[in-house]
């Protein structure tokens, strides 16, 4: 079975329940936002399944995988299967495996219900989604995600799936080697890679379930700079075509919510930082507009002064002018009101004009915060479609 987890408060865990039970974790971004509309933060979490405090340690019946005739017809997938068995990059072997196990895609409420009782049941629905699941009784059941953007991780969980039907059908013989071969791969995988913590969460302490997952996981996600043991490769290439292919479409259905997430993120930090600079720019534009209505309050004072003089005496006065850089003038009193006059309709006309600047680049920055909302909330919906609603 395979478990998506829903947004919880700390990473819960999860447990591989039985040889013919397949869960397979995959990665998860969640995104959290304030109502003001800046992302504050994200993690990536890992899905894993926490079993009952009194679930049995008992060993299940071992159910065997269904092994196609060679030259038994296989049946007839259904449109979206077959679109998706041309992505898959399996082998005729693989392919014949794959759809001898009567493979379904399915949405949410019909996984929960093909999924019940093949793997640990998920008691709570607000923590566990199944998105996938694999027994010998049901075949491969595969999470149709909400977005098709997310399709690619459809490739993983259902070449995933089969690697545990192929493992049900190898020799003794061959699991033993496996077995080694596997652990010693693992052995060069680096410590860092999350794949071991996957490995460990699926395996849940069940040292039977060990092999199978080490070799679903590594097949489907892992590839070292030099290679697998060629004899793994060898036992690999019975049924994936293309491993570096398959792995390739890993990375990228893994990069899909990172990718959109850093392009919401730069859009918003490009909204902020062009709403904060508006601001600022708004402010002091206030502040200036303030200081003309303010030096053109005196000069009104004094050109209305200057028209109650007699004609006759206002050549008798003088007003010396201090301009900004220190400089000083004495001027005539028209003459000075002249030159007051000019730098008052200069201030006005920077003002005007900052103003309309302002104004357009506001009606820019609306558009584009517009724009940053409803890419977040695309953000949102893609999160939500990894998960069955």
Request: with cysteine; glycine share 6%; charged share 30%.
């Amino acid at each position: 079975m395979t478990l998506f987890d829903a947004p919880p408060e700390g990473p819960p865990r999860r447990e591989r329940r039985s040889r013919g039970r397949r869960v397979w974790p995959f990665a998860v971004l969640l995104v959290a936002v304030l109502a003001g509309g800046t992302l504050v933060g994200t993690g990536v979490l890992s899905d894993w399944l926490q079993p009952p405090a009194d679930a049995a340690p008992s060993e299940p019946p071992r159910m065997e995988a269904p092994e196609p005739e060679p030259d038994a017809p296989l049946p007839e997938p259904e449109p979206e299967v077959q679109e998706l068995l041309e992505r898959l990059h399996l082998s005729e072997e693989g392919r014949r495996l794959f759809l001898v196990n009567s493979p379904q895609i399915v949405d949410g409420p019909r996984i929960r219900e093909l999924c019940a009782g093949h793997g640990h049941a998920a008691t709570d629905e607000e923590t566990y989604h199944t998105v996938g699941c694999y027994g010998a009784s049901i075949g491969i059941v595969i999470f149709r995600p909400g977005d098709d953007r997310l399709r690619d991780s459809m490739v993983t969980i259902a070449v995933h799936e089969l690697l545990h039907a192929a493992y049900e059908v190898l020799e003794p013989g061959e699991r033993a080697r496996l077995e080694q071969l596997l652990a010693a791969e693992v052995a060069r995988v680096p410590a860092d890679d999350p794949v071991h913590g996957q490995i460990d969460a699926s395996v849940g302490g069940r040292e039977e379930a060990l092999v199978t997952e080490r070799f679903a996981y590594l097949g489907t996600q892992v590839r070292l700079p030099d290679g697998f043991d060629p004899e793994l490769e060898e036992i690999y290439a019975r049924y994936i075509a293309d491993r570096d292919a398959l792995v390739d479409t890993y990375v990228r259905a893994q990069a899909v919510v990172p990718e959109v997430q850093a392009a919401v993120e730069a859009m918003w930090q490009d909204v902020l930082g062009r709403e904060h600079a508006e601001a600022h720019d708004a402010a002091q534009l206030e502040a200036d507009r303030t200081a003309y209505d303010e030096v053109l309050a005196r000069y009104n004072a004094d050109a209305d002064e200057f028209n109650r003089t007699p004609p006759e005496e206002r050549s008798r006065y003088t007003v010396t002018l201090t301009y900004p850089d220190g400089r000083t003038e004495q001027l005539p009193w028209d003459e000075s009101l002249t030159v007051r006059h000019n730098e008052l309709e200069g201030m006005r006309s920077d003002i005007e004009a900052r103003q309309s600047a302002l104004a357009e680049r506001q009606a820019e920055t609306a558009r584009l915060r517009a724009e940053a909302e409803a890419a977040r909330a695309d953000l949102e919906s893609l999160a939500r479609a990894m998960l069955p609603q």
